[in-house]
């Protein structure tokens, strides 16, 4: 690639998402990593938003809700893996950032290294918060990208370790911050008390468990009937996130015995917002609770389920914000370990505004190098032969990385019959998501009767 040194020349960015939040974490990332960088400033840099079609495509209403990122829902477009990778040829992007699930990270870098391009683009990719399970699997599956963004020097450490312990090149590990950290210091109002249950689509799992929770809350509800509680949900019934929500916590309300207290209720929206009139965050294991930390709110995260790596508040232990129910009922507030913070990417102390200086100016060294090596991720049909090929299948890309036969024909669009195929198409997605977002949750619940 040759070096931009056109200053009037905008910088082209492609962010690939395939959830609502990391939809956010790509398009904030890309503006933190591009704005400044080669020489342009912030109205030089044009970003275009992909959503890669699967079960946990955002709904305009979640894009809508995941705060002001700079692009607007209309102007994010859906996109199979082949069309995204046709787009890349056709577009010549600088900046590629991949905000995926790891398989679909994997085999983006094998489709982009097939396309062959003369002057690819600088390839980024990370997580959207705390990485407490399948580290190695994860990290491997994003080898190959030129930056691979570590929330935490906690967790640049960890990434290295990983790929150094395989025999895998490590340069690509860069340090930052988490990404949604955000919000005035937390400040005590006269007259208000709310605590907010940040609740996690996929922990705990169990209906029992789930429940728990549920009555735990609204039992602290009616023992301070002078605070407000609220439980923050991240989707409603029927859309998908991140992760999948089998049992949602708003059946599970209409369930209770007792029905819900007055000072009790369900939220939605912007994390930050629910931040700014919160007086303690309570959680079993969500980034919620860095992004409390971050801005010096009163934090719990629970051990009334045990704390397990299943749960992922295992990530918490040292922290001094492990506790109970039963402590917080009777008033007690966790003291964060001030060394634990210090590791953990909160910048809870007033660094966050340089966070991300040495990963953009990774990036602006790639965008002026003279050329850019080609990609080679870790895992190739040599080294992971029973492995890669299942991954590449699933987004319709052969070993190599060439799109199966069939999967690049272009869309047809315009007249009647693409609009009727359109329709159709629009139709299929439509029972699919019925299918893994209700059908199927209710007859592995009812296979577990």
Known sequence: ?????????????????????????????????????????????????????????????????VGDVGIGADGVHEVTAVEFLH??????????????????????????????LPARPVVVTGYVGVVYEKLADGLLLRHGADVVLANSRHDAERFRAVYEGVGADASAVTEAALPFLGGEPHRPQEGRDTVVFAAQPSVPASRADRT????????????????????????????????????????????????????????????????????????VSSTAALESLHRQIPTAVLTDLGVRETLGNHHFTGSGLLTSWDHLDGGFRP????????????????????????????????????????????????????????????????????????????????????????????????AYRQGVQRVAPVIRRMGEL
């Open 1 to 65: 690639m040759p070096p931009r040194t056109d200053k009037t020349t905008a910088l082209r960015v492609a962010v690939l998402a395939d959830s609502d939040t990391r939809w956010k974490w790509g398009a904030l990332t890309a503006r933190r990593l591009t704005t400044g960088a080669s020489g342009t400033s912030a109205q030089h840099v044009e970003i275009t938003g992909l959503l890669l079609r699967g079960r946990a495509t955002p709904t305009p209403r979640q894009l809508a809700e």
């Open 87 to 116: 787009t890349v040829r056709d577009e010549g992007y600088d900046v590629v950032v991949l905000a995926l699930v790891g398989g679909a990270v994997q085999a983006m870098l094998h489709g982009l290294a097939a396309l062959r």
């Open 212 to 283: 728990y929770l549920l009555r735990r809350l609204v039992e602290h509800a009616r023992l301070h009937p002078d605070r407000e509680v609220l439980l923050k949900l991240r989707s409603k019934p029927g859309e998908h996130t991140t992760h999948i929500e089998e049992l949602p916590y708003q059946r599970l309300a209409e369930r209770l015995p007792g029905g819900l207290p007055p000072n009790f209720r369900l939220v939605y929206g912007h994390m930050g917002e629910v931040l700014d009139r919160t007086d303690l965050l309570v959680t």
């Open 335 to 430: 003291e964060p370990d001030p060394a634990w913070l210090a590791g953990q990417g909160v910048a809870a102390d007033g660094t966050y505004a340089t966070a991300y200086d040495h990963a953009r100016a990774r990036v602006d060294a790639l965008l002026d190098a003279a050329r850019l090596p080609d990609l080679a991720p870790y895992y190739t049909p040599a080294t992971a032969a029973g492995y890669l090929p299942g991954i590449l299948a699933r987004h319709h890309l052969a070993p190599d990385g060439h799109p199966l036969p069939g999967a690049g024909r272009p869309r047809e669009t315009g007249g009647v019959r693409g609009a009727m195929r359109d329709a159709v198409r629009e139709a299929a997605r439509g």
